[in-house]
């Protein structure tokens, strides 16, 4: 998987969050795992490129880990809109999603959340 600009980056980020949300419902680990690490590597093109900002459009996306994923990777640089997601997610007793806001706040809380790039 080749990332070649800020549009695939986005593309690639949110196609795996779909599927990464899929595979945790489902309990399917190895594709879980698979687009865990096709979000890191769309994070990382987008943090190498001074564009994590490009995540702000996700936020609202309908899916709900497609929302999840970027609020997370929006922490370190826009805290106030992803904390306000993340708190929302938290709320709503969606299985899976809700309790991993939740300790994404509170790991980002306590100084122990580390994001990979």
């Given at each position: 998987m080749k990332i070649d600009s800020l549009e695939n980056a986005i593309d690639i980020f949110k196609g795996a969050s779909i599927e990464h949300g899929k595979a945790s419902e489902e309990g399917n680990y190895k594709v879980g795992n698979k687009n865990y690490?096709?979000?890191?590597?769309?994070a990382?093109?987008?943090?190498?490129?001074?564009?994590i900002h490009e995540l702000l459009q996700l936020l609202n996306n309908e899916n709900v880990s497609v929302q999840l994923w970027a609020a997370t990777?929006?922490?370190?640089?826009?805290?106030?809109?992803?904390?306000?997601?993340?708190?929302?997610?938290?709320?709503?007793?969606?299985?899976?999603f809700s309790f991993n806001?939740?300790?994404?706040?509170?790991?980002w809380?306590?100084?122990d959340l580390k994001l990979q790039y």
């Open positions: 690490y096709k979000i890191v590597d769309a990382k093109y987008l943090n190498e490129n001074d564009a990777y929006l922490l370190e640089n826009h805290e106030n809109e992803a904390i306000k997601l993340l708190t929302s997610i938290s709320k709503k007793n969606i299985t899976h806001a939740q300790i994404t706040l509170d790991e809380k306590s100084g």
